[in-house]
């Protein structure tokens, strides 16, 4: 698995010898052995940089879809929510109840290796409606 997740060749370094994306990386990878059917991202690029939490959001659903893996995430990023899933439940404030629920279509899939979802004309219209369901200037 580490070689065809991009890891081949760093089978016997330390976790300090390996970048921030590296680890999420081997992160998934642990996880994705035990074959789950069901993985739970809490919050999994917030200790990345932005350039390499960019790039990994597309790796890492790439990778989810290819191992056809049921995931739910959890973000407080509309950006990264968007960019990695076919759905976004927005939930409420205290108590958390489902406020609202967006069926993610941006005109491309992960398997299509030249599928940017940022890039996509409607990740903006979908970044508005879900920020508009937020109401965080009440």
Not at 19 to 26: L, T
Request: charge should be negative; glycine fraction near 6%; avoid cysteine.
């Amino acid at each position: 698995m580490l070689v065809k997740y991009g890891l081949g060749g760093f089978e016997h370094h330390y976790p300090r010898e390996l970048s921030g994306g590296m680890r999420q990386r081997v992160a998934l990878i642990r996880t994705l052995a035990i074959d789950p059917e069901v993985l739970l991202l809490d919050e999994p690029f917030s200790a990345l940089d932005y350039q390499t939490r960019l790039m990994l959001e597309e790796e890492v659903a790439a990778i989810l879809r290819q191992e056809k893996k049921t995931v739910l995430l959890v973000t407080h990023d509309i950006s990264e929510a968007v960019a990695m899933s076919d759905r976004v439940i927005v939930l409420s404030k205290r108590p958390g109840m489902v406020k609202k629920e967006f069926k993610i279509e941006l005109g491309g899939t992960f398997d299509d290796p030249d599928f940017r979802p940022r890039a996509s004309k409607r990740f903006g219209e979908f970044f508005q409606l879900i920020w508009q369901e937020l109401d965080v200037y009440e």
